[in-house]
């Protein structure tokens, strides 16, 4: 009788958990329809609503050395309340600013609350979920964000068309503050430091040594990891440009490019629901190989596609294997990454792929003018493809199964 009881009230924290985490998705979209709109009314500038897709990788260079440090010795719990309430405070306080100077400084600030934000809930997911569950969590919790994926821009663009841009920024803050509450709700579950070192140079730099030490003592783990990444940056660039793609290059319209993002969110929905459901019968290894591959094949459709019909196939293919790696690939990274260190190694991993993005983006950018944006798009994924299939064998292949043990 105990034990149900245990593990009603652990579920029930769970619950909590992937309730709050679901809102803050759901802000996530509705402010990403908002900002982009709001922008483009004050400027009428292309330009200017691109700007938004640089600050946040700009803002992770400069805020990723240090961040880490800070909450890897406070509470995981208080620093992602915190950001949600910074997000929601500044998120209303943008129909105020007169001028893009002043929303820009509020997105720069927003952006710093979302790079505490990351390491901190990646921390205490780790920490609140047991191992033997996060398989299983972090399938529902691809089902959050697949269904807020749809949700969030709809509600965002109802919003939009019943009030106007304005209050919907407005209403926007309240599903931050409302994921505060919630997590206000949930346990600490941490060990508290006696004594918190002050954030210095000294105690930065002594912290990138641990996670230097880290990344030399697991090398199989930091290569697999920042392999994913490399691979998903891939995937970054083709996205950046896929407006331009869709519509320039395959010709479609701008409600068949709705439709077809509307079509990749279910996609990815379904897939969501039935990795939650059979999560437990699906080895680790093989979420991981196969969610990386099919997805990667879905670019791969994705880039040679010629008509409104072929690249639904490819981002119903990528939508909907998507969420097998990313599941896949995040309880991989929280059963190898002692919490004690997880949020300094995930800075610097977020560094680093901060660091790549702009550089990928930029390149990108340059070659697509030089040569065709067909033929830079299909390049990128046949690259993406043959390292996927490098980085399937390795997964598969590697002799020593400690690091995808799943479910003990």
């Known amino acids: ?34 900002i982009n709109i709001n922008v483009y009314q004050l400027t009428g500038s292309a330009a200017a ?14 805020t990723k050395v240090w961040t880490g440090s800070f909450i890897d010795y406070r509470s995981k719990r208080k620093v992602m309340m915190v950001t949600y309430i910074v997000r929601g405070v500044f998120i209303a306080c943008i129909p105020f600013a007169p001028n893009m100077v002043l929303i820009y400084g509020v997105l720069v600030i927003l952006s710093i609350a979302n790079a505490f934000y990351t390491p901190s809930s990646m921390t205490y997911v780790t920490i609140l979920v047991p191992k033997k569950k996060r398989k299983r969590f972090n399938s529902i919790r691809s089902f959050a964000t697949s269904g807020a994926f749809i949700i969030g821009p709809a509600i965002g663009g109802s919003l939009i068309l019943l009030t106007s841009v304005q209050a919907t920024l407005w209403i926007n803050s309240i599903f931050f503050f ?5 997590l206000s709700l949930l346990p600490e579950k941490e060990e508290v430091h006696k004594e918190v070192p002050k954030l210095t140079l000294a105690q930065v730099m002594k912290d990138f040594t641990v996670v230097k030490s880290f990344i030399a003592n697991n090398q199989y783990v930091s290569i697999i990891y920042f392999s994913y990444i490399v691979i998903m940056i891939f995937s970054f660039a083709m996205d950046a440009q896929e407006v331009v793609f869709t519509q320039q290059v395959i010709g479609l319209s701008e409600f068949e490019y709705s439709l077809l993002i509307s079509i990749t969110g279910i996609g990815s929905v379904v897939g969501a629901i039935l990795l939650s459901v059979f999560s437990n019968k699906i080895r680790l290894r093989i979420m991981i190989a196969t969610g990386i591959i099919m997805t990667t094949f879905g670019y791969v459709v994705y880039a040679f596609s010629w008509s409104f019909q072929s690249i639904v196939v490819g981002f119903v293919i990528l939508g909907f294997f998507n969420v097998f790696i990313n599941a896949g690939m995040m309880t991989f990274y929280q059963n190898n990454v002692p919490v004690e260190i997880m949020g300094r190694v995930t800075s610097i991993y977020q560094l680093v792929q901060s660091a ?25 994924a046949l690259i993406m493809l043959l390292s996927t299939f490098i980085f399937a064998i390795s997964v598969l292949k590697h002799k020593n199964n400690i690091y995808f043990q799943d479910n003990k």
């Not at 009788?1 to 996530?28: A, E, H, P, Q, V």
């Open 356 to 380: 790549i993005q702009v550089l990928f983006i930029l390149m990108i950018g340059i070659v697509a003018d030089v040569v065709s944006l067909r033929m830079t798009i299909v390049v990128l």
């Open 49 to 62: 609503v691109a700007g938004l897709w640089v600050i946040g990788p700009l803002t992770n260079i400069i």
């Open 1 to 34: 009788m105990l034990t149900k009881m245990n593990k009603r009230s652990g579920w029930k924290n769970l619950s909590f958990l992937l309730l709050s985490l679901g809102i803050s998705y759901i802000g996530d979209f509705i402010y990403l329809v908002a």
């Open 178 to 182: 409302l994921a505060a509450i919630l």
